[in-house]
Every structure is written in C-alpha cells, then in structure tokens.
C-alpha cells in the first residue's frame, strides 16, 4: 500500500479528545502525527441551568445545535438523554453534528445541503420562515453571532444555551517548538479559529515567522482569512471538516497532486 506521508510530520492541534481519529488517519498513510491541542473543551459550570432549560423544552419550536460537542455536553449535563418535544424542530449545523444528534436519539430535521456553517444552515427554506417562532441555539460560551442575527431578523425568538466553554490547554510546548527550530515540521492542521489564535499565542511570538512558512490546513475560507491577516503564506482550505477531508487536503499540500 503506497504511504503518501512517509517521512512526513504533520501537527494535529484539534482538542485531546478529538484528535486519535486524524492522527491514526495521518499514520496509516505513513506520516508522523504530532499532537499539539491548542484548544481544551470543557463543560460549563452551570449544570442545573442547563438542565432546567432542557427540560422545558415545549417553549421552543427549533433546537439548533452549532456542533458535535454542543450535542455531547448537553447529554452529559442532562444524564445523558434529551427528551423529544413534539412541538421542536431538530436542526444541525453541519454532518458531524447530525451524526451527534443521531447517536442520542435525536431527529434531524434540518440539516445543510452544501456547506456545514451558519451561512448553509441559514440557506435552509424551513428556516427562513421562522417569524413569530423561538428558537434554542445549543452552543459553546461565545462564538459567532450570525446565526442569532439572521434569525431574529426574520422574526424569530433566539435564545442561547452555552453547555461548554474552551479555554487554553496548560502543555509543555517546547517539544513543538524545538522542531519548528529544526525546521522539521511539514504541515499544521487547524480546525478553529481559535485553534489558530491559541497556536501563536502557546508557542510565542519568536516562532511566529517560522509558522507562517509551513503549510497550514484549514477547514474554512473564514480561518484561512484569519490566517492570511495573521501572516501564514502558504494556505490549504478542504472540503469539509471531517477529518477524511482534512487528510486528502494535506496529502495535496505534500505531494502537489
């Protein structure tokens, strides 16, 4: 079997619990996965908030879901289950998300058709006609408005649920940055911009300038915006999010085809 990344050192910074799936993907085709996470995911403190609101579900016509880990940490705040409501209408922000949803039980009645953002799931004809209608955006603490915006110009009730919040890992960096000093790191994976922000920040400004030489992955045309402003010169956006996706766009960045 051909093994596109042999010899090929590929830093994944996704968060701890979600970075094995790439890694493994990157080592089969023969690459080094170095696992950097610049970015920690942990439940919100309020617990019995959290379970309040997802008990009274029935004040709600949508529960939108921004991610795969707003699914998970509203289940492990909630026991581990989220009662259906007849009133609801189930909807997801991109694939991994709905798989979340299905893997709890739950419907997914509106999903994307191109794309895995708030633009696509905006694009949606069920809700563009929301007037008069109250939606629960399922989410982690902060994060981008336009979702809120666009649907509260349409008429809607937006309410947030912030069931997780993201914070800097406390790591050892100077492994990385002992390679990036060796010149011995040839691509880096970045699925956030926050990731990104986190990467400059846990490794320093003396290292900013040897990053920006490597080729970067992103998932996005809003990250790689970000990454151009930040001074990052050679920049890769796949497909999708998924990490299948992440991994054929990194082969490209290596092998050119």
Same mark, same amino acid.
């Given at each position: 079997?051909? !093994?596109?990344?042999? &010899?090929?050192?590929? #830093?994944?910074? =996704?968060?701890?619990?979600?970075? /094995?799936? @790439? %890694?493994?993907?990157?080592?089969?085709?023969?690459?080094?996965?170095?696992?950097?996470?610049?970015?920690?995911?942990?439940?919100?403190?309020?617990?019995?908030?959290?379970?309040?609101?997802?008990?009274?579900?029935?004040?709600?016509?949508?529960?939108?879901?921004?991610?795969?880990?707003?699914?998970?940490?509203?289940?492990?705040?909630?026991?581990?289950?989220?009662?259906?409501?007849?009133?609801?209408?189930?909807?997801?922000?991109?694939?991994?998300?709905?798989?979340?949803?299905?893997?709890?039980?739950?419907?997914?009645?509106?999903?994307?058709?191109?794309?895995?953002?708030?633009?696509?799931?905006?694009?949606?004809?069920?809700? !563009?006609?929301?007037? &008069?209608?109250?939606? #629960?955006?399922? =989410?982690?603490?902060?994060?981008? /408005?336009? @979702? %809120?915006?666009?649907?509260?110009?349409?008429?809607?009730?937006?309410?947030?649920?912030?069931?997780?919040?993201?914070?800097?890992?406390?790591?050892?960096?100077?492994?990385?940055?002992?390679?990036?000093?060796?010149?011995?790191?040839?691509?880096?994976?970045?699925?956030?911009?926050?990731?990104?922000?986190?990467?400059?920040?846990?490794?320093?400004?003396?290292?900013?300038?040897?990053?920006?030489?490597?080729?970067?992955?992103?998932?996005?045309?809003?990250?790689?915006?970000?990454?151009?402003?930040?001074?990052?010169?050679?920049?890769?956006?796949?497909?999708?999010?998924?990490?299948?996706?992440?991994?054929?766009?990194?082969?490209?960045?290596?092998?050119?085809?």
């Amino acid at each position: 079997m051909t !093994q596109a990344l042999a &010899g090929v050192r590929v #830093l994944v910074t =996704r968060p701890a619990h979600q970075a /094995e799936n @790439l %890694a493994g993907l990157i080592e089969q085709q023969g690459g080094s996965a170095i696992r950097f996470p610049t970015l920690a995911i942990v439940a919100q403190d309020e617990v019995a908030s959290i379970r309040q609101t997802l008990a009274n579900l029935d004040n709600y016509q949508w529960l939108i879901f921004i991610s795969a880990n707003a699914v998970n940490f509203a289940l492990k705040a909630n026991g581990g289950k989220i009662d259906h409501a007849k009133t609801v209408h189930f909807a997801a922000v991109g694939q991994a998300t709905a798989q979340a949803m299905h893997r709890a039980g739950l419907n997914v009645d509106v999903l994307p058709e191109n794309g895995y953002n708030s633009e696509a799931l905006l694009a949606m004809p069920p809700l !563009q006609q929301v007037d &008069g209608q109250h939606c #629960l955006i399922i =989410r982690g603490e902060g994060g981008r /408005e336009q @979702l %809120a915006t666009t649907l509260r110009s349409r008429g809607a009730k937006v309410s947030y649920l912030e069931v997780y919040k993201r914070t800097i890992p406390r790591i050892d960096s100077s492994p990385v940055a002992k390679l990036l000093a060796q010149q011995q790191l040839d691509v880096i994976t970045v699925t956030s911009a926050e990731a990104l922000q986190n990467l400059n920040l846990m490794l320093g400004e003396e290292h900013h300038q040897r990053l920006s030489l490597i080729p970067l992955v992103v998932v996005s045309e809003r990250i790689r915006q970000q990454a151009f402003d930040m001074g990052f010169n050679r920049i890769a956006v796949t497909d999708s999010p998924i990490d299948t996706a992440i991994l054929e766009t990194v082969i490209t960045c290596v092998t050119g085809e």
